[in-house]
T-cell receptor, first 112, second 116 residues
Framework: AQSVTQPDIHITVSEGASLELRCNYS??????LFWYVQSPGQGLQLLLK??????LVQGIKGFEAEFKRSQSSFNLRKPSVHWSDAAEYFC??????????FGKGTRLHILP | GAVVSQHPSRVICKSGTSVKIECRSL??????MFWYRQFPKQSLMLMAT?????????EQGVEKDKFLINHASLTLSTLTVTSAHPEDSSFYIC????????????FGAGTRLSVL
């Protein structure tokens, strides 16, 4: 069965520090992979996506993610976080029956 | 990027009334729209998928008579919560897919529904 696991419910980092959010997936074929960010009370904004090709993808706001087929992972990284990065981050995989499956999310807290 | 507008952003209603939420794709034609429900501090739960001009496909456990979905045009889908009850209080989010980026869902800002 297809699934997405985000092992960390909460992550706290200091402003200016590097960030890595983990995402593991289970999918029968080559997946489409996404990272979305959600600020409190808001919808989801697409940070980046992987469909094929270069396994290191660049996104908006300085984020990048690397697709590692051997590890079934698609971890999100940022070299230096800003206070405005505090939000909920969702990894997603698809398509399955025309839908995408979301992980449970990781809430990022930033220490000043 | 593609813009999806969702309205209203917040609605408070009395128990037993119906509430309509609109989802519009502003700069692309949305062949498919999705409606999600999000409980506090949880992920998104897909409620239904709607294709323009067709009946919506509901996920298991979602009452189609309570959550009426209409996708009458390529830029507008509506979700009507009929005879709302306090347990329907939640955050509802729509997304739309279409145009050049067929495999990407673009999300609205969500609607916070509070039923008194």
């Amino acid at each position: 069965a297809q699934s997405v696991t985000q092992p960390d419910i909460h992550i706290t980092v200091s402003e200016g520090a590097s960030l890595e959010l983990r995402c593991n997936y289970s999918y029968g074929a080559t997946p489409y992979l996404f990272w979305y960010v959600q600020s409190p009370g808001q919808g989801l904004q697409l940070l980046l996506k992987y469909f094929s090709g270069d396994t290191l993808v660049q996104g908006i706001k300085g984020f990048e993610a690397e697709f590692k087929r051997s590890q079934s992972s698609f971890n999100l990284r940022k070299p230096s976080v800003h206070w405005s990065d505090a939000a909920e981050y969702f990894c997603a995989v698809g398509p399955r029956d025309d839908k995408i499956i979301f992980g449970k999310g990781t809430r990022l807290h930033i220490l000043p | 990027g593609a813009v999806v507008s969702q309205h209203p952003s917040r609605v408070i209603c009395k128990s037993g009334t119906s509430v309509k939420i609109e989802c519009r794709s502003l700069d692309f034609q949305a062949t498919t729209m999705f409606w999600y429900r999000q409980f506090p501090k949880q992920s998104l739960m897909l409620m239904a998928t709607s294709n323009e001009g067709s009946k919506a496909t509901y996920e298991q456990g979602v009452e189609k008579d309570k959550f009426l979905i209409n996708h009458a045009s390529l830029t507008l889908s509506t979700l009507t919560v009929t005879s709302a009850h306090p347990e329907d209080s939640s955050f509802y989010i729509c997304s739309a897919r279409g145009g050049v980026a067929k495999n990407i869902q673009y999300f609205g800002a969500g609607t916070r529904l509070s039923v008194l």
